[in-house]
């Protein structure tokens, strides 16, 4: 047991999670709780034995673009390519880019919603250029000859 590791609660109570299992702690009495459930013994009034107080792991991230206008550009740039490389997880059930795949591609992970949108417009992109190419490609109208009209004369 490490010192580090003891908690105190003023009650009676059972904490119970996948992370650390099932814990009692009796009012008072230090108990020795695994690194990884310090948050959550926390969230329930524990504190540490020694006194200290509880600081988080901040994990760094890579610094993302905030610029709006600059997220949409670069998740539009990428597209066409995931539509062609078109691998396994790249795309949800419902067809759209997955938005976990953006992060090694561009460097940071967009929203969903983003990512919907620079969708919708290339599928309309997409969609105008075929419709396009469909009506260049189209054969020119046949052109009937005009009857002439029976007249009273004609008779």
């Known amino acids: ?56 792991k901040q994990t760094i991230l890579p610094e993302e673009e905030t610029d709006l206008t600059k997220r949409m550009q670069a998740i539009s740039a990428i597209l066409p390519a995931i539509v062609e490389r078109n691998r396994k997880g790249d795309f949800t059930a419902a067809g759209i880019p997955n938005t976990t795949i953006f992060r090694d591609l561009i460097g940071f992970k967009p929203d969903a919603r983003e990512v919907y949108a620079c969708w919708r417009e290339l599928q309309s992109k997409t969609a105008i250029d075929k419709q396009a190419v469909q009506i260049a490609n189209r054969p020119a109208p046949k052109t009937r000859k005009k009857r002439a009209k029976k007249t009273e004369t004609d008779e």
């Open 1 to 56: 047991m490490r010192p580090e590791n003891l908690m105190v609660l003023n009650r009676n109570a059972v904490l119970s999670s996948i992370v650390v299992g099932r814990i009692v702690f009796q009012a008072g009495v230090p108990v020795c709780v695994p690194p990884r459930g310090h948050q959550e013994a926390m969230a329930m009034g524990a504190e540490f034995a020694s006194g200290a107080k509880f600081e988080p």
